[in-house]
């Protein structure tokens, strides 16, 4: 059993930059991959970055790549998310999740409740 709860979410203007963090708690939560996942309104959930449990791999949706930075410190039991050069279309809800894999699945075992992100023009 792991429990996810995110901070960090906030309003900035575009350009701008804001850090996500995820604390993850229970039994051996160092064991599972994790990462995250956004929701705009009127989309579907889509997949924005996820992290090995190794740390050694990183993985980006093409949206966001060269601009996000997923990492996570396992001693912390915690993963960030660096978001840079925010733009509009970026705005929505962010779930970090958490998968019994050694990459995050489509289908996560584990959702956090979710930070709100919203970029401004």
């Known amino acids: 059993q792991v429990q996810l709860v995110e901070s960090g979410g906030g309003l900035v203007q575009a350009g701008g930059s804001l850090r996500l963090s995820c604390a993850a708690s229970g039994r051996t939560s160092s064991s599972y991959a994790m990462g995250w996942f956004r929701q705009a309104p009127g989309k579907e959930r889509e997949f924005v970055a996820d992290i090995t449990i190794s740390g050694f791999r990183t993985y980006y949706a093409d949206s966001v790549k060269g601009r996000f930075t997923i990492s996570r410190d396992n001693a912390k039991n915690t993963v960030y998310l660096q978001m840079n050069s925010l733009k509009p279309e970026d705005t929505a809800v962010y779930y970090c999740?958490?998968?019994?894999?050694?990459?995050?699945?489509?289908?996560?075992?584990?959702w956090g409740q979710g930070t709100q992100v919203t970029v401004s023009s």
């Open positions: 999740a958490a998968d019994r894999k050694i990459r995050l699945g489509s289908t996560p075992d584990y």
